[in-house]
């Protein structure tokens, strides 16, 4: 189970399209939500796709970027998605992503293109089934992970 903990504060997913980050992210949140009250589980979804995750004051998420360090003190947990491809350059730019990795943030490393380099903990990704890849943990070897892949709705037969 994936889960933020005090050691872990935030949670990254990367991933090539179909590779399963989509389904970790609904696990997390069905297992976040059935371990603690309506009360202690706020949830703000932000798709990125349009740059939210941009570096420098232009991006509507920086102000979230002091957080990051002292997530802890205060009850914050950024849990964060990403594509492998590009991840390498918005991991270094100095954006949202690249300080959720900096200070810590656990996760699956899943399906991608190895070119990509190393990203976290000095692992490749590499060419995987759906929801399969490695837990990135500080302090931890990475342990080959099985993602709950659960079929869409649209596509069961009813």
């Known amino acids: 189970m994936l889960t933020a903990t005090p050691d872990e504060a935030h949670l990254s997913v990367i991933g090539d399209s179909g590779s399963g980050k989509t389904h970790a992210l609904r696990t997390w949140m069905r297992t976040v939500t059935a371990a603690v009250s309506d009360e202690e589980a706020r949830f703000m979804i932000v798709d990125y796709r349009r740059g939210?995750?941009?570096?420098?004051p232009a991006s509507p998420l920086a102000?979230?970027?002091?957080?990051?360090a002292r997530a802890r003190e205060v009850g914050f947990h950024m849990v964060a998605a990403h594509r492998t491809a590009g991840?390498?350059?918005s991991l270094s730019g100095g954006n949202l992503l690249g300080k959720t990795i900096?200070?810590?943030a656990a996760g699956p490393l899943l399906s991608g293109d190895p070119r990509e380099g190393?990203?976290?903990?000095?692992l490749r990704t590499a060419p995987q089934p759906p929801g399969r890849g490695s837990l990135v943990r500080r302090g931890h070897p990475p342990p080959v992970i099985q993602v709950a892949i659960e079929p869409d709705e649209e596509l069961v037969e009813r």
């Open 52 to 56: 939210l995750l941009a570096a420098g």
């Open 63 to 68: 102000p979230l970027t002091p957080y990051l």
């Open 87 to 89: 991840v390498a350059r």
């Open 102 to 104: 900096e200070v810590g």
């Open 118 to 122: 190393a990203l976290i903990g000095g």
